[in-house]
């Protein structure tokens, strides 16, 4: 007989650090009348980047260091449906040497609960050659901010 383990509560805001607002649209739903599975990951990627670009650590096209994504991974706790907006929070949950792991959660209207949660990481490469390389100090100190 196998044991089953409860399901741990959602995460609440309270959770996160960086928060960032995002209106549904109406191409997000799918057959089903809820938003699509893959439209929570681009909403998290939206989110994760509004940070490395409003923190100086990602400048489009330019940067000499970036961040690719080596693994996601998102568990579905209520549906959400347009016209509803969202709140996308994440944290960092662990920072390496050469990567980052980001806590996340996406939240409907003003719920305290997450309605989607999960994570997220970055791998930091050398653009002109994608090999990993260690984080440079100030953005450390930046992902330091939110764990």
């Known amino acids: 007989m196998t044991e089953t383990k409860p399901r741990p ?8 650090r960086y928060f960032q607002t995002i209106t549904t649209r109406w191409q997000d739903n799918d057959v089903f009348g ?7 990951y681009s909403w998290i990627d939206t989110a994760v980047n509004n940070f490395l670009i409003e923190n100086g650590i990602l400048e489009v096209g330019t940067s000499e260091i970036v961040g690719v994504v080596a693994e996601t991974n998102l ?3 209520r549906e959400i449906a347009y016209p509803s907006p969202v709140t996308v929070g994440i944290r960092v949950a662990r920072l390496g ?5 980001y806590a996340s959660a996406v939240f409907r209207n003003e719920d305290i609960s997450a309605s989607a949660e999960g994570f997220f990481v970055h791998v930091y490469v050398r653009r002109a050659t994608m090999t990993p390389t260690p984080i440079p100090a100030a953005q450390r100190a930046a992902f330091l901010a939110i764990t």
Do not use: K
Request: glycine share 0%; hydrophobic share 30%; net charge positive.
């Open 9 to 16: 509560a959602p995460s609440t805001r309270a959770d996160y």
């Open 34 to 40: 809820h938003v699509n599975n893959v439209v929570y």
């Open 75 to 77: 568990r579905y706790l």
């Open 97 to 101: 040497t050469s990567s980052v792991r």
